[in-house]
């Protein structure tokens, strides 16, 4: 089984090293950073480490989909920048794709933070994508190649294309939301605050679902970290 893991980065050189030498780590097929325009070293740092770096119109949902055109595994793996995978996760994901059946799925959440707050957030969001089907771009979204193509990929929103995918994944077959965590970064919350950024992310989620625009939505969350 290939997995080719795909990455969008826009000015990561801060935190993009050390999770792409993680991420190799894992020895998959192929490592894809999708770069939506950096100033900063992310390219450069990507190069030394990855697969392929590439070049990509900016927006995360433009920049996977750039990135799984240039992928040749049989199954995808869509990786924030600052997301972690252990050896344990990654092999569990492959043995969930060997049933024929699986579509695609996701890793349950685990904010790196020893703050309760953040630790129950964890916690609410394994229950959201559990029981509600809602699953986010940081859960690390996994599909078969064959499927994604199906699907012509993401739909080019400027946000929550993730929401969306997996709402259309689960149309495609079965998915399956694996008890193992992707470990992701709690910057975001340090810099903009727990309580913020919780309630943000649950309304413009909220008001996605509902039917407002992506495009107004987009303009209350900064693709800078």
């Known amino acids: ?3 080719s893991i795909i990455i969008p980065t826009l000015n990561e050189a801060l935190i993009l090293e050390d999770s792409l030498r993680a991420i190799s ?47 040749t595994g049989t199954i995808l793996l869509f990786m924030h920048a600052d997301s972690k995978l252990t050896w344990h996760s990654f092999n569990r994901m492959k043995k969930a794709m060997t049933s024929i059946k699986t579509a695609g799925g996701a890793f349950s959440l685990q904010i790196e933070s020893e703050k309760t707050s953040l630790k129950a957030i964890s916690l609410l969001a394994t ?8 699953v986010y771009g940081d859960q690390a979204i996994f599909v078969r190649a064959d499927i994604y193509q199906k699907m012509s990929g993401f739909s080019p929103l400027p946000i929550c294309e993730d929401l969306d995918f997996f709402r259309r994944l689960s149309r495609e077959g079965n ?21 913020y950024t919780t309630l943000r992310n649950i309304t413009i989620g909220t008001l996605f679902l509902i039917g407002f625009s992506p495009q107004i939505l987009s303009k209350w969350y900064s693709a800078i970290r």
């Open 1 to 3: 089984m290939k997995v």
């Open 25 to 71: 780590s894992l020895n998959p097929h192929e490592i894809i950073v999708a770069d939506g325009g950096s100033t900063d070293l992310t390219v450069p740092l990507a190069s030394g480490i990855a697969t392929q770096v590439i070049n990509s119109k900016s927006g995360r949902a433009c920049q996977m989909n750039a990135g799984a055109k240039k992928a």
């Open 127 to 134: 229950w959201r994508a559990k029981y509600l089907n809602l």
């Open 175 to 195: 998915v399956t939301l694996l008890k193992e965590k992707a470990h992701t970064s709690a910057r975001r919350w340090k810099a903009e605050g727990i309580v």
